[in-house]
């Protein structure tokens, strides 16, 4: 999938905005994730997906921080493995990063973060059980 340049734009953006926020909870995880699973492609690194994916599952399901979803991401790439292909949906949530960013900096913006992650996580149900096992697999 090409990203287009408006929604580059939007997540450049958004990761200015999200490396300066003073959350410790370190949201910029979250968006990366996000963008790296609506904007797969089949040209991508394994890796890139499964990686976003678990991501959104360690935040969404398990409610982990961002600082706590990149220490699990940190760790886990350590450990060679083949890492499996998923099968894209054919939309991939209903939120982009554009419609992030039209909200106003704050608390405003950063629920809307939330809203993208759950768009994007919702999109992919087929892989949600696999993305889980993996998880458990990784001993997460």
């Known amino acids: 999938m090409v990203v287009p340049p408006s929604e580059q734009d939007a997540y450049d953006e958004l990761s ?21 699973a609506q904007y797969a492609t089949p040209d ?13 599952c360690l935040h969404l399901e398990r409610g982990y921080p961002g600082r706590q979803v ?3 991401h940190m760790r886990i790439a350590r450990k060679r493995r083949q ?8 939309v991939r949530g209903t939120l982009t990063p554009t419609d992030v960013v039209e909200k106003a900096s704050g608390p405003e913006r950063d629920g809307m ?12 149900e087929d892989s949600h059980e696999s993305i889980t096992a993996m998880i458990r697999d990784l001993g997460e």
């Open 16 to 36: 200015a905005y999200t490396l300066a926020h003073d959350d410790p909870a370190f949201i910029h995880q979250y968006v990366v994730d996000a963008f790296a």
């Open 83 to 90: 890492w499996p292909v998923f099968e894209a949906p054919a």
């Open 70 to 72: 990149q220490l699990f």
């Open 113 to 124: 973060i939330d809203a993208w992650c759950t768009s994007v996580w919702a999109a992919w």
């Open 44 to 56: 991508d690194p394994p890796i890139r997906l499964a990686f976003a994916l678990m991501g959104l």
